[in-house]
């Protein structure tokens, strides 16, 4: 079993994301982004999940009204592509 540091991503939010920030209020450590005292809040088409910072405790998919959240491992797909787009965020590539 991979170690923390290995896990490239552990959850992720995808297309059905409404950007309602419920995720946002429910994260105890602040891993989504971006947050309303960042400048592209405001035009933000969805949220991102920092994996780094992430402590796998899944509040943010007990939290979303649309189920947009998903472990990365059992993401559907058709929103596959979005554990990409997520790590492209954070400009992480690849490997995290």
Same mark, same amino acid.
């Given at each position: 079993?991979?170690? /923390?540091?290995?896990?490239?991503v $552990?959850?992720?939010?995808? *297309?059905?994301?409404?950007?309602d +920030?419920?995720?946002? &209020? *429910?994260?105890?450590?602040?891993?989504? =982004?971006?947050?309303?005292? &960042?400048?592209?809040?405001? =035009?933000? &088409?969805?949220l +991102?999940i920092?994996?780094?910072? %992430?402590?796998? %405790? $899944? $509040? %943010?998919?007990?939290? %979303?009204?649309?189920?947009?959240?998903?472990?990365? &491992? =059992?993401?559907?797909?058709?929103? /596959?592509? +979005?554990?990409?787009?997520? =790590?492209? +965020?954070?400009? /992480?590539?690849?490997?995290?």
């Amino acid at each position: 079993m991979p170690t /923390r540091s290995e896990v490239v991503v $552990a959850f992720v939010i995808a *297309a059905p994301c409404v950007a309602d +920030y419920s995720c946002l &209020e *429910a994260c105890p450590v602040g891993c989504i =982004r971006p947050t309303p005292d &960042e400048p592209e809040f405001d =035009r933000a &088409e969805q949220l +991102y999940i920092d994996s780094r910072s %992430c402590i796998d %405790c $899944a $509040a %943010c998919v007990e939290a %979303c009204p649309v189920d947009a959240v998903f472990d990365a &491992e =059992r993401i559907p797909d058709r929103w /596959r592509h +979005y554990v990409g787009v997520n =790590r492209d +965020y954070f400009g /992480r590539g690849e490997n995290g």
